[in-house]
Structures are given as structure tokens and as C-alpha cells.
Nanobody, 122 residues
Framework: QVQLVESGGGSVQAGGSLTLSCAASGRTFSSYAMGWFRQAPGKERECVAAINWSGNMTFYDDSVKGRFTISRDNAKNTVHLQMNSLKPEDTGIYYC???????????????WGQGTQVTVSS
């Protein structure tokens, strides 16, 4: 079992940057693919970035490609999401999740954090 805790959310103006972090507990963290999801008010939760267990494969939704970077440190049981050139449409609650495959869909993710709010103002 994996427990996940996100941090690093906040309010920023458009064009700014934020880095989200997700700390995982459990000795099996390195065996999981990790994903970052975003849920805007009134919308479905969508995957914006995913990374495989070793960190050598990353995947991004088209809406964040070139602006967001996902990374992980298996020695520290952490995964990060560097977000640059933020836009108002990036606003939402961001969740990290652990699962079996690094896909851009929630179906394979089994463990979830509680989320951290990101607000981007224009």
C-alpha cells in the first residue's frame, strides 16, 4: 500500500511557475507508475502527466506539453511536477496517484493523495 501527500500548491499569476511535490510512504514506491491529475471546478479529473517506475519515460497531455515536467526520486519516495508558463485554465486541484501503468487515464491508478489547490489568475 502507498500513501501519498501533495504539497506546493498556491496562487500565482499567469505566466508564473509552481512546483508540486508528492511524498509517498511505503517501501514499494519505486515499483509504481505515478501520475499527476488535475480537476477543475465542475469538470472531470484529467491526467496531465505520468512517469514510469524508473523515471525514464514520461507522458504529457497536449494541454501541458512543453510547460510541465514530471520527475521522480525513488531514493526519496517523491514525485514532482514543475509547472511553467501557467495559464488560468491550469487552475484546479492537483492530485498525485500511483498505479500499474504510466498512462494518461485514471483507470490504472490505485492510490491517490488528497490534492493541492493551484489557482492561476489572469
Amino acid at each position: 500500500q502507498v500513501q501519498l501527500v501533495e504539497s506546493g500548491g498556491g496562487s500565482v499569476q499567469a505566466g508564473g511557475s509552481l512546483t508540486l511535490s508528492c511524498a509517498a510512504s511505503g517501501r514499494t514506491f519505486s515499483s509504481y507508475a505515478m501520475g499527476w491529475f488535475r480537476q477543475a471546478p465542475g469538470k472531470e479529473r484529467e491526467c496531465v502527466a505520468a512517469i514510469n517506475w524508473s523515471g525514464n519515460m514520461t507522458f504529457y497531455d497536449d494541454s501541458v506539453k512543453g510547460r510541465f515536467t514530471i520527475s521522480r526520486d525513488n531514493a526519496k519516495n517523491t514525485v514532482h511536477l514543475q509547472m511553467n508558463s501557467l495559464k488560468p485554465e491550469d487552475t484546479g486541484i492537483y492530485y498525485c496517484a500511483a498505479g500499474s501503468l504510466p498512462v494518461l487515464h485514471r483507470i490504472t491508478y490505485k492510490y491517490w493523495g488528497q490534492g493541492t489547490q493551484v489557482t492561476v489568475s489572469s
